[in-house]
């Protein structure tokens, strides 16, 4: 069974730092290129980066960028999304998802064939 499962979030301070992971299982994350997407509530899931399946290409939201980083680690079959200088408006339900097709259009959650169940994620003082 293909499965993705998003670990790392919780509650942090304005200012503070998180890093999530997605660890695929029954499938291997080789051959994927792997997006981050939020939904906050009352609002519609948007794509925060994306990563190809080679490591080499990334895109980043503009609200994100400077602040998070994408990276993939193909033997671990683990991506990672770190997120530095957390602000409020980061607070989120984050998922992680794989799909193999253009990487022009990575950070569109329509691309995506397999979804994780998502991590939350509270910036809050």
């Known amino acids: 069974q293909l499965q993705l499962v998003e670990s790392g979030g919780g509650l942090v301070q304005p200012g503070g730092s998180l890093r999530l992971s997605c660890a695929a299982s029954?499938?291997?994350?080789?051959?994927?290129?792997i997006g981050w997407f939020r939904q906050a509530p009352g609002k519609e899931r948007e794509g925060v980066s994306c990563i190809s399946s080679s490591g080499i290409n990334t895109k980043y939201a503009d609200s994100v960028k400077g602040r998070f980083t994408i990276s993939r680690d193909n033997a671990k079959n683990t991506v990672y999304l770190q997120m530095n200088s957390l602000k409020p408006e980061d607070t989120a339900v984050y998922y992680c998802?794989?799909?193999?097709?253009?990487?022009?259009?990575?950070?569109?959650?329509?691309?995506?064939?397999?979804w994780g169940q998502g991590t939350q994620v509270t910036v809050s003082s």
């Open positions: 998802a794989a799909f193999q097709g253009l990487f022009s259009a990575c950070m569109s959650p329509k691309s995506y064939q397999y």
């Open positions: 029954g499938f291997t994350l080789d051959y994927y290129a």
